[in-house]
């Protein structure tokens, strides 16, 4: 319950020190260093779980004392070392002087603001009232994106969380084994996110293509898993679900367009928060799709989740298709305007963020 509110918070905090454009790559870092855990977590687990008679205690629980103990040291440390914006650098932990002079953070500040003129509305430090909370829930131009969130994750979560379960089942590896076999996955996986989220930054409007890239890798991979035979070679097995675990993760750039298509610091928050809320409950459903008694092959399982990535594909193109068209009609009416028409709107109007004539959706 603590940790809820984590993702949407760094998502916002970034937004403070990047451009939309240099957004998707920051966070597919933040995303690789997350999934680098995994591979530093399994040689861990390796080693640690043969600890197991010292000082009378279970190598599970080495591993779970040991992990937990430099988890809480990094949190206590990132609470002091990260300052709460550019221009508050200055402490005790982070050294007097600070990261940069006043000069810089004038540039920094202001390169922000003219990417984005929203992100000048609110700062760091104001609430979202109730009131605002509910406006950002209306904005119904969000919701897409909520939906690609609710589903787009589904169809590798299951391999993600049961290969060693998985490898286990065959019969023909040990514990230190599945372990180190869970590795390659993780690193196609980061190889995988650095080149999508980098294609995505190249090609503006491919972003939400990148999401079909993803669907399709996916396809081939469980169509060969059901049609596998129950007496395939265990490494055949463990090659298609590393694959899977290794599949093309556009969450960075889903979560760049959220913060992109709000338009605004409240509707970024709320938005944000939002997709995440999305993402957590898909992973709620993606947990019970392989069943008890579906083991060990997860049939039945296989075909829930090519009946997801057909409907992911669907969504992935009605989803641009949308923003397309919601951007058409901004430019229908814009530029039907006068130059004199155009100055009197953006000096008067009340209309704020992705509502406002001049704002054009990202896709």
């Known amino acids: 319950m603590i940790e809820g509110g984590f993702i949407p918070d760094n998502i916002l905090y970034l937004s403070y020190w990047y451009k939309s454009k240099e957004l998707p790559r920051r966070l ?16 861990l ?21 040991l992990e937990g103990t430099l988890t809480g040291v990094i949190g206590v440390i990132s609470f002091f070392y990260i300052p709460p914006s550019p221009t508050q650098t200055k402490s005790w932990f982070r050294g ?29 430090r104001q609430a979202v009232t109730p009131k605002l909370i509910f406006l950002s829930l209306k904005d119904w131009e969000m919701w897409p994106i909520y939906l690609i969130g609710l589903t787009f994750l589904i169809p590798t979560t299951p391999a993600t969380n049961y290969i060693t379960l998985i490898l286990k089942s065959t019969g023909s590896f040990n514990t230190l084994e599945i372990s180190l076999l869970t590795i390659p996955g993780y690193v196609i996986f980061i190889i995988n996110l650095l080149l999508i989220t980098w ?7 491919w972003r939400f293509v990148m999401g079909i890239v993803m669907q399709l890798w996916i396809l081939p991979l469980l169509v060969a898993l059901e049609a596998l035979p129950a007496d395939a070679s265990s490494w055949a097995r463990w090659a298609l679900t590393s694959l899977l675990v290794g599949t093309p993760y556009v969450h960075a750039i889903h979560v760049a367009i959220t913060s992109r298509n709000a338009g605004s610091v409240r509707t970024r928050t709320v938005a944000s928060a939002m997709y995440n809320m999305c993402v957590q409950a898909s992973n709620v459903i993606a947990s019970n799709i392989y069943r008890e008694n579906d083991k060990p092959y997860y049939r039945t399982g296989n075909k829930v989740l090519l009946g997801l990535v057909a409907y992911n594909i669907v969504l992935f193109i009605a989803t641009k298709m949308f923003y397309v068209w919601r951007n058409e009609i901004r430019d229908r009416r814009w530029n039907a305007m006068s130059q004199a028409e ?7 109007t009340k209309d704020k963020g992705n509502k406002r004539l001049d704002f054009r959706f990202a896709h």
């Open 28 to 43: 597919s870092y933040f995303w690789v260093s997350y999934q680098a855990t995994s591979i530093v977590g399994a040689f």
């Open 45 to 65: 687990a390796a080693g640690l779980l043969q600890m197991r008679g010292i000082h009378g205690m279970a190598g599970w629980r080495w591993l779970f004392a």
């Open 96 to 124: 007097r002087a600070g990261w940069f002079s006043v000069h810089e953070e004038k540039i920094m500040v202001n390169r922000i603001i003219r990417d984005d003129p929203s992100k000048g509305d609110m700062h760091n």
């Open 199 to 205: 294609i995505s930054e190249k090609r503006a409007n």
């Open 342 to 348: 155009r100055s009197t709107y953006l000096a008067t």
